[in-house]
């Protein structure tokens, strides 16, 4: 199918994951397809997660291993994509995995449907060992319109791993550096552009849970940068719906960004975790949407743009409260 071209490119964002990398390293080298090339792109790590790349390049010539100072998994992902040499590209988290056979089972795929994307499920591993399988419930199918639109409507998960795609999709895209809702943000774009896209639900790929730890845990503010990077997000997508002329996903889309702009803007009443632009930024967006939202998302809307600061800040202090709440609650039951 190749020719003589690389087959595949995988590419690793690796940051302090010297309890994962070995594991995800070796589920590479082991695949029964041969022809590939694996980019361990080592952001600024402060742990042994560097030497350990080092040695697996030492001793494999299609393991290449770059090191940057820390920059965000983003730009990880996009120093990758600008090395790789092969037809297709493929994106695995430093603390995953995948089987054996995901490289080969992919390229068959591809080369039988003429694919530009192919779509696999995956397993969640957890931190007392327990697999499952989070993709059982999916369809297989060949239908590219419906799967685009289950990616735009974040219905099919909008991760960047799992996937195999062609590399020409991603001439002139790069992941958006900074935000932390990179794949959600990105992942429409390249779908769409896209001619081909199937999905098999066969779990080829290992997700994993064991490092995994609340969003709140490195500071509160965390959790506001997420909800507007979720409104960040859910904006493109509504742009996209709109490119395509798909007013239903464009509303649906549209209803999502007012949900997470307002959440963010209303937590961060009293703490200014956003700067002055991205305050303002949501708040030109929520003017301009007509969007159907909930009841309270109403008062938190109306309380934003008549910028009623004390209610504001007391209603972000309650949200806040009860969202570090939840947090434990979950911790304890993790």
């Given at each position: 199918m190749t020719g003589n071209r690389l087959a595949v490119?995988?590419?690793?964002?690796?940051?302090?994951a010297e309890n994962f990398i070995g594991r995800g390293i070796s589920s590479i080298i082991h695949?029964?397809?041969?022809?590939?090339e694996l980019i361990l792109i080592d952001d600024g790590s402060t742990d042994s997660t560097a030497v350990i790349c080092q040695?697996?390049?030492?001793?494999?010539?299609?393991?290449?291993?770059?090191?940057?100072?820390?920059?965000?998994?983003?730009?990880a992902r996009n120093a990758g994509l600008d090395m790789a040499k092969g037809q297709y590209v493929m994106f695995m988290d430093s603390d995953d995995y995948v089987s054996p056979d995901i490289l080969a089972f992919t390229l068959r795929e591809a080369d039988k449907y003429d694919a530009d994307i192919v779509m696999v499920g995956h397993n969640r591993v957890e931190k007392n060992g327990r697999i499952h399988s989070d993709s059982a419930h999916w369809i297989n199918t060949e239908n590219s319109a419906k799967i685009k639109e289950d990616i735009l409507l974040n219905r099919l998960p909008n991760f960047v791993w799992g996937k195999l795609y062609k590399k020409s999709l991603w001439d002139n895209?790069?992941?958006?550096?900074?935000q932390i809702m990179e794949d959600l943000y990105i992942m429409p774009e390249v779908f769409y552009k896209a001619r081909r896209v199937i999905l098999r639900k066969d779990p080829y790929y290992y997700y994993s849970h064991e490092n995994e730890h609340s969003i709140m845990s490195e500071a509160g503010t965390h959790y506001i940068r997420r909800k507007y990077d979720h409104f960040l997000a859910w904006e493109n997508h509504e742009g996209i719906a709109n490119q395509y002329n798909n007013q239903e996903a464009s509303l649906l889309c549209a209803q999502k960004s007012m949900r997470s702009v307002v959440r963010a803007l209303s937590l961060d009443a009293g703490v200014c975790a956003l700067s002055d632009a991205e305050r303002n930024y949501g708040l030109q967006y929520i003017r301009k949407s007509s969007a159907l939202l909930p009841f309270h998302?109403?008062?938190?809307?109306?309380?934003?743009l008549s910028n009623h600061r004390r209610l504001l800040k007391l209603f972000g202090k309650i949200q806040r409260v009860l969202i570090e709440r939840q947090q434990r609650r979950r911790a304890r039951r993790g």
């Open positions: 490119s995988i590419i690793v964002p690796c940051y302090n695949q029964t397809c041969p022809d590939w040695k697996a390049a030492a001793e494999d010539k299609r393991v290449h291993f770059v090191e940057q100072k820390n920059q965000g998994v983003s730009a895209i790069r992941m958006p550096v900074g998302i109403c008062v938190l809307r109306d309380m934003l």
